[in-house]
Nanobody, 115 residues
Framework: QVQLVESGGGLVQPGGSLRLSCVAS????????VAWYRQAPGKQRDLVAA???????DYADSVKGRFTISRDNAKSTVYLQMNSLKPEDTAVYYC?????????WGQGTQVTVSS
């Protein structure tokens, strides 16, 4: 059973920063395809950023230049560094691991950007 745990969410003021973490058990996250999604209340779940097994990174247009996805294989962790946060970034953020033909979701972590 794959265990995928997210953390790092919270309340932050506009213009602030947060770093989200996605940790997988047994070092299975290393060199795998991982993506971050977000879902605001009443809206669909949208892709935010992704990192491939080869280290290629892609971002949604709405977060380019502000968010950075990265990986630490030694810690079996993928991060999402979120800078210059805006109220419209408020959502539950989820990581997704693609492994052995299956996709695994984290439990989600709430990010609220508000004054």
């Amino acid at each position: 059973q794959v265990q995928l745990v997210e953390s790092g969410g919270g309340l932050v003021q506009p213009g602030g920063s947060l770093r989200l973490s996605c940790v997988a058990s047994g070092s299975i996250l290393s060199n795998q395809f991982v993506a971050w999604y977000r879902q605001a209340p009443g809206k669909q779940r949208d892709l935010v950023a992704a990192i491939t097994s080869g280290g290629r990174r892609d971002y949604a247009d709405s977060v380019k230049g502000r968010f950075t996805i990265s990986r630490d294989n030694a810690k079996s962790t993928v991060y999402l560094q979120m800078n210059s946060l805006k109220p419209e970034d408020t959502a539950v953020y989820y990581c997704r691991l693609f492994l052995d033909g299956s996709a695994w979701w984290g439990q989600g972590t709430q990010v609220t950007v508000s004054s």
